[in-house]
Nanobody
């Protein structure tokens, strides 16, 4: 299983970015997906997740109402639309996948494969 995250960049506060994560696995449609982030000097933290069918999503309080996670199982891709970005959103963003048919949640231990990360920098 390989996950490739891209779409990061430099944006001004209040701007938007859309991250994508492409998965090279034939069981993508049966896997929950999550986004996490890690800011310099801080621990990696949960951002959002989506169930394998896409019918259930969950967000960290810090991004609720600003970020939207979605997936396209036909393209083996999960997205994170980030609006109204703030300087405190600056971090490396990682996508991750659960095992097939596994429970999806906010704990990193639930995810068995991780992408390499993409840098998001929000300037004030």
């Amino acid at each position: 299983v390989q996950l490739q995250a891209f779409g990061g960049g430099l944006v001004q506060a209040g701007g938007s970015l859309r991250l994508s994560c492409a998965a090279s696995v034939h069981t993508f449609s049966s896997r929950g997906m999550g986004w996490f982030r890690q800011a310099p000097g801080k621990e990696r933290e949960f951002v959002a997740n989506i169930s394998w069918k896409g019918g259930s999503t969950y967000y960290a309080d810090s991004v609720k109402g600003r970020f939207t996670i979605s997936r396209d199982n036909a393209k083996n891709t999960v997205y994170l639309q980030m609006n109204s970005l703030k300087p405190e959103d600056t971090a490396v963003y990682y996508c991750a996948t659960t095992a097939p048919a596994a429970v999806v949640g906010r704990e990193m231990a639930l995810y068995d494969y991780w992408g390499q990360g993409t840098q998001v920098t929000v300037s004030s």
